[in-house]
């Protein structure tokens, strides 16, 4: 029977052993020692088990989630995709090693994941990898693919997409069901923006602009071929589609079914953001002005107007039920009544990891202000502000968007409602737990895994001895996740 692979085996490129190199891991790593490693990581998993007592306070509730297309929360295993060669590794909470999968992928540019599933893309190829039994199917793409993205309104549907723009694999993490928009919307002369696709909550049904054949075409996981609509792709459901044909400052929106038939249109000042109610659609004007269309008569009725500059864009939340809308000045939450639930000069939405390109926590809307550099956290269903605070690099979030990480010169803070808490350390900080509870940080090209809020000090006495404070995953060069399996 094979023997259990060493915490620090990294398939065939072990970190180096030359004294010099041993002496600064022994310092940067924590405990290389066997019987200390025992004790070690028998204490590490303690304090990340048990880290609710000191960071749950920090975490908003999360009662929404479970009807959100926000990612879970729940974790158990961390995973490392090698960027040169595409291997992934799985490792549990104690930094155990579960498994290793061949990709088949080279110098990859993008890896994510939903529940068990993981879409990885490189200048050529996108694989689809079952983290659960470990299997994987690999498309081949003409003109590579930059990354993966998700689109607004759902955090559980990936796509990647060629880089022309012409051809997408799309996976729904939570089913595992895959489409590729060739197979099911053959048709000349495409351009797709991906970037600007929309989805219901559970990533069921994705809405895309063709702009080289000026139409809408929905991709659905639950039908067996694409369909089509006029117009600029505004927002969907999971019976509904909403588009746009602009005329100067003037619109046609049209209410359609899934199967392209029109069920009403009205007329408005051209919009920029939707959200499908159930009575109709909440619309914002370019000029700020909320407008109700009605499914039923095709008539209009305006509301509040928004004051945040010119509209550029809206995203209809992950639970379905609010409506962020970013201005040239600010950003606002507009509710499912057409209601401004919060204005929000000088801010504009954290586009960096889940919420690249549209803002998918399930609780908290993540916001940033550039001057000064600040984090806004604010409450969807009330629009409250919970906490602003000062930040000078990179944000990491929970999956409600209620608790982030920011790099600091000596350290991180996490941020939350209890306020501001720094943690101090040396290594650049690289993955934060979906439920806050545990970091990776980056230390003398190696990754470890630690609480994140390490107790303090015991013992001043021991401070020259290895920490303890983190587990050793393995070197550097990897894409961090964590995921529940």
Not at 133 to 156: H, K, M, Q, W, Y
Not at 189 to 199: E, H, K, N
Not at 400 to 415: E, F, K, L, M, P
Request: proline letters at 5%; a negative charge.
């Amino acid at each position: 029977m094979p023997s259990q692979p060493s915490l620090f085996d990294d398939s065939g490129n072990p970190p180096k052993t030359d004294r010099a190199d041993e002496a600064v891991h022994s310092r940067a790593r924590g405990p290389n020692y066997l019987f200390r490693r025992a004790i070690a990581v028998g204490g590490v998993v303690a304090v990340i088990a048990t880290a609710a007592i000191v960071v749950g306070r920090l975490i908003g509730d999360d009662s929404s989630a479970s009807d959100s297309g926000a990612v879970s929360e729940d974790w158990n295993r961390v995973v490392l995709v090698d960027e040169r060669t595409g291997l992934t590794t799985i490792t549990d909470e104690a930094g155990e090693e579960q498994a290793k999968i061949t990709t088949g992928l080279r110098v990859l540019s993008d890896a994510e994941i939903v529940d068990s599933t993981m879409v990885a893309t490189s200048p050529s190829d996108v694989a689809v990898v079952d983290l659960d039994n470990e299997s994987v199917e690999v498309f081949e793409l003409e003109t590579g693919s930059d990354g993966v993205i998700r689109p607004s309104g759902s955090a559980l549907t990936l796509i990647a997409n060629d880089g022309a723009a012409l051809r997408a694999i799309m996976v729904n993490g939570s089913t595992r069901d895959l489409l590729d928009t060739d197979a099911m919307a053959p048709s000349d002369g495409v351009r797709y923006d991906f970037t600007l696709a929309r989805s219901d909550p559970a990533g069921r049904h994705v809405l895309v602009t063709d702009s080289g054949n000026f139409q809408s075409v929905l991709f659905s996981f639950d039908r067996e071929a694409a369909s089509f609509f006029p117009g600029l792709a505004l927002a969907v459901d999971e019976t509904f589609v909403i588009t746009t044909q602009n005329v100067g400052s003037d619109a046609t929106v049209s209410v359609f079914d899934h199967d392209g038939e029109l069920v009403t249109s009205g007329r408005t000042n051209s919009p920029r953001a939707a959200m499908i109610v159930d009575d109709g659609v909440i619309l914002v004007a370019v000029d700020g002005e909320i407008v109700r269309l009605s499914r039923a008569s095709g008539d209009s009725e305006s509301g509040d107007t928004l004051n945040i500059g010119a509209i550029q864009i809206g995203h209809v939340s992950t639970n379905g039920d609010r409506l962020i809308v970013v201005g040239s000045t600010g950003t606002a939450i507009v509710d499912d009544s057409g209601a401004i639930v919060g204005e929000y000069p000088d801010t504009e939405l954290n586009d960096a990891g889940l919420d690249q390109f549209a803002p998918r926590r399930s609780t908290c809307l993540i916001l940033r202000r550039s001057s000064p550099n600040e984090v806004v956290l604010v409450d969807f269903s009330n629009g409250s502000t919970i906490v602003e605070a000062p930040v000078s690099g990179d944000l990491f979030a929970t999956a409600d968007g209620c608790t982030v990480a920011s790099q600091t010169t000596d350290g991180y803070d996490i941020i939350s409602a209890d306020g501001l808490v720094s943690a101090s350390g040396s290594g650049d900080l690289v993955a934060f737990a979906p439920d806050g509870k545990a970091i990776v940080t980056e230390q003398d090209r190696r990754l470890l895994l630690a609480p994140a809020t390490p107790p303090p000090e015991s013992d001043p006495d021991d401070a020259d001895e290895p920490s303890d404070a983190g587990i050793d995953i393995g070197r550097t060069g990897r894409l961090v996740s964590f995921t529940q399996l």
